[in-house]
């Protein structure tokens, strides 16, 4: 591992004495008024991350009213990003080439690149905007892409914080501090409905759907009045899951659903409870406020621990934790969580907030 860290930051500087040079020929453009600027946000990667983001848009919002912000997105989450307040407009990421030549036609003031990662791809976003007020991570030296590169101190806490600390680099007051999304639920509010969500953006977060469909029943067996929700998106490995439990369960309390990305936050908001993997669906559950109880395998804990109250986390501290692999041969940190486990975890939860028994 040491061998490795050496390699890692030899790698950086290298890269580091190659950048100097695009820094210093890309000139920035002169700051327009500042209650009237045009503000840019750079999140082209996932659900999770997008969530995670909903703080620094509230107070960049707050902080300037007039101003009118942007984000660049992959184009599934386009729909989503469109329906957050305080977004004016949504920008599709298809490929480098075409999102620097549109961020700079679009003349922005303030550019903040929000991936918290090595990768040089969003940095050089936000440098070839041109815009005066560039925030980013200095991760991995990555800092000299930025007038303002932001570097986090080593026990920080959560996502959301992390992100947080762009807004304080760039001066602007942070009030709120945990991702918060209002939005009209799917459901009358009258059914015990608990939903089910078995994906995982990668094969190593997943807890077997063998497992959630004994969870099903369980649940079914335990509380007749419950209904469930077992939700999965486009991938296919989301609808081998959703079918396999579905048909594990065979039962007309149990309903498949396969929502868009906007609907899902109104789906989730009428559940009493989301079951899931850490994934964007369980952020985006916290942000609408509805109690969670979520597996967490290869996923640092620092970083994405569920915010907000009623959200409980089953998980095992190995040796080998967290790995962040995509895939693992041994994925002894899920395989150890049994449905027994879960179980009681979910049943503690529904007494202490609903008093279901």
Known sequence: ???KRVLLELYYGLRWLLLWPLVLFVRPRPRSGAQHCRILLIRPDRLGDLVMTLPLIMNLDQAYPQA???ILVRPYLAGIAGTIPGIDAVLEYTGAKAAVREIRQRSYDMVFDLVYDYTLESGLLALFSRAPVRVGFAYGRRGCLFSHPVHVPEKMRGMSAILLEQLRAAGVAVGVRRPMLRV???????ADVIALHPGGFFPSQRWPAEQFAG????????YPQVKLLVIGGPAPADKQAVDLIVAGLASSRVQPVFPELEQLAGVLSGCKMLVCNNSGPLHLAAAVGIPTVSTLGPTDARLWFPAGEHQRVVT??????????RVCRQHECLEQISVEE????IKAELKKIYGLT
């Open 316 to 325: 095992r501290s190995l040796p080998c934790s967290p790995c962040a692999r």
């Open 1 to 3: 591992m040491k061998f």
């Open 215 to 222: 969870l099903g029943k369980s649940l079914l067996a335990h």
């Open 184 to 190: 009209q639920s799917k459901f009358d509010g009258t």
């Open 68 to 70: 009118r912000i942007d």
């Open 342 to 345: 879960m179980f009681g975890c």
